[in-house]
């Protein structure tokens, strides 16, 4: 089903304020929930020194927190917990990326509800437990523009023994703001900054190519890709363009927007989830391993989809008298040629994955994810044939 009028629930719980410097607004805003912050960073984060001690200085009692991995584990939530309950925190304030606001999210759930971590995710199938409490306030303050886990509803945990990636997927979770300051991204490493601006292109991508589609997601998640296909070199060149920083930041947003729309996915996302749980291949990097794969299956699927999705790349004007068998042909040239340029053509054997290692990543890809983003069954045999297409 495929149709502009097709019914779907979309939900913004998130107070965005967005802009350079709005970072300033974070203690007037903390304020209006606790003095007693849970403050959750990773070390390498230049900004972090200078937060903090302005929150310190206006008498913010903080409580910090930075053991946390890229692909954060159930563990360092309980960890964060466990320090947060006993120093009677009320607020988290998480400074960072995906990883740190992830786990944020997931710490908030936590303070407030019974259970463990995992028992959360969506991969606990019809036995997941329910958030019942209001988790507890998180004000999120990304510093990477990719993820959009500063207004979305998931928060992706790595289980440590199978390495399996688990998505909660709970909107009381969402931060009650997102200070979104561009200038807190200038620092960004460049393998940083394209990882991540590759993924918020996906995270629209998913949008734009599911099963199901709708002229308000279109919009938006057409304009994110844009967007990010126009701004993503410029910063990788310039890391000190700020308008360029800015419209990467408002990317991200928007594409996390999109998320929010309870619809279809395109399947990229759950063929990358065990390369980073099992490998440690960096979340952007992972998607960029399995779009080629996955882009010529949808065309099987949507072509249609596809050939719109041309001109994300490319002016109508130039390519207007293409048929649409043409139209994804070029697309699918477009899309290798830029993933080339940001150093994201590569294969699994770059980061040690061998043929041996494809059953693993086949018995922990969610099939179930893969069938309602398909609209067909997908085996651990296929699985392993289209991961070896990128080996």
């Not at 939530?77 to 466990?82: L, R, Y």
């Not at 303070?111 to 997941?128: Q, V």
């Not at 979305?152 to 199978?162: E, F, G, M, R, Y």
């Not at 293409?322 to 054997?349: A, D």
Request: charged fraction near 25%; include cysteine.
């Amino acid at each position: 089903m495929s149709t502009k009028l097709n019914t779907f629930h979309y939900q913004i719980p998130t107070n965005i304020i967005f802009g350079a410097d709005t970072i300033k607004e974070l203690p007037n805003l903390a304020q209006r929930f606790s003095k007693k912050v849970l403050v959750l960073y990773m070390k390498d984060i230049p900004c972090v020194k200078g937060i903090i001690n302005d929150l310190c200085e206006k008498g913010f009692l903080v409580t910090e927190f930075y053991n946390i991995s890229p692909n954060p584990f159930t563990n360092e939530v309980e960890d964060a917990v466990g320090l947060a309950k006993k120093a009677n925190c009320e607020l988290i304030v998480a400074i960072g990326g995906g990883s740190v606001i992830d786990t944020a999210k997931a710490v908030s759930i936590l303070m407030t509800n019974e259970g463990k971590t995992w028992d959360y995710t969506i991969e606990m199938g019809d036995e997941r437990r329910k958030v019942i409490n209001n988790p507890i306030p998180l004000i999120a303050v990304p510093t990477t523009a990719g993820t959009g886990a500063e207004v979305s509803q998931n928060a992706i945990i790595t289980h440590p023994k199978t390495k399996n990636k688990g998505p909660i997927r709970s909107v009381e979770s969402c931060p009650k703001y997102a200070i979104i300051d561009p200038k807190l991204h200038l620092s960004m490493p460049k393998h940083l900054t394209i990882a991540t601006g590759f993924d918020a292109f996906t995270h629209a991508f998913e949008k734009f190519l599911g099963q199901e589609y709708f002229s308000y997601i279109d919009a938006i998640s057409f304009d994110a890709m844009k967007n990010v296909v126009n701004n993503l070199e410029k910063v990788v060149s310039n890391p000190e363009d700020i308008d360029a920083r800015g419209e990467m930041a408002w990317a991200s947003t928007q594409a996390a927007l999109c998320v929010l729309a309870e619809s279809y996915e395109s399947g990229l996302h759950v063929f990358s989830l065990p390369l980073s749980g099992l490998f440690k291949v960096p979340h952007g990097e992972a998607l960029a391993l399995v779009m080629p794969f996955v882009i010529q299956e949808l065309i099987k699927i949507r072509p249609d989809r596809v050939s719109k999705l041309l001109n994300v790349f490319v002016p109508e004007i130039e390519v207007f008298k293409l048929n649409e068998k043409e139209r994804c042909t070029r697309c699918v040239k477009e899309i290798e040629s830029w993933l080339k340029r940001l150093g994201l053509n590569r294969q699994l054997s770059d980061y040690g994955i061998a043929e041996s290692d494809l059953e693993k990543c086949s018995f922990i890809t969610n099939k179930p994810r893969l069938l309602a983003a398909w609209g067909r069954d997908v085996s651990n045999d296929d699985v392993q044939n289209f991961l070896r297409l990128v080996l």
